[in-house]
């Protein structure tokens, strides 16, 4: 299934993204230029860190806007350019017809008013395949600053732009995919979280941390390697308490 193929493609991305960035250089604060060089982490929200005499509470509880809706121009990014590669491979990869190809406002309008309950793809797929699909989206999010709640809404409003975005073109969403994507995402994503936890923990972690971190957040690591072709280092973070809001901007263009 389509599902299947795509999480080949990022394990394979993973193992390639995890080993590179082993060897790197130190760079330097954000905005701060006198600061002590910090290491280089392979997910950029790491390099936009506080310093460590800000408040914990105040960072856990702050929301990069900014840099999850850049994830989410990105992420769109690439469910058209992942349909755009399955439309040109043959039949016998895609399972497509040539009608079924064919794409047209008329087609798309008429699959996303009639979406099918069940899809008849392969088991593996739709419940290993999308649950982890579902929990790059959830990552991202909490990566991000958000909270579990949220991560989880963010993941099913993920799973949603794609099944009535990119793929309805060829396909009708299913409503088994549009539950099973974000509620085994955020399932799975839970257990994520803590060896995420236990990498970031090490002071220098080794290629297999690296490799971790890449294999539960693809999205992140992807974005990543973009941001930095383009010399993109921003976010702005929202904090909203009894008596007050805080409101933090920072913006790197190299």
Sequence with gaps: SIVNRCAVMVLVLCVGLGVAPVGAEET??????????????LLPDR???SSATENEETQKKSRDWLGLGRDTVFLLGYQ?????ILYFLPESVTHWSSAEKKISFEKWWDHVQHPVLWDKDNPLGNYVGHPYIGAAYYIRARERGFGRIDSFVYSALASAMFEFGPEAVFERPSV?????????????GLGFEPLRHWVKGKPEPRWYGHVILVATDPIGALNGVFERLMGIKSDI????????????LRMRWD
């Design 28 to 41: 330097r604060g954000v905005l701060w230029p006198d600061a002590e060089p910090t290491p280089f982490f």
């Design 47 to 49: 390099t936009l860190e």
């Design 80 to 84: 058209i350019t992942f349909i755009g």
């Design 176 to 188: 088994q995919d549009l539950i099973v994507t974000p509620v085994g995402g955020a399932l799975m």
């Design 237 to 248: 973070r929202v904090d909203v308490g009894r008596d007050k809001v805080h409101v933090q």
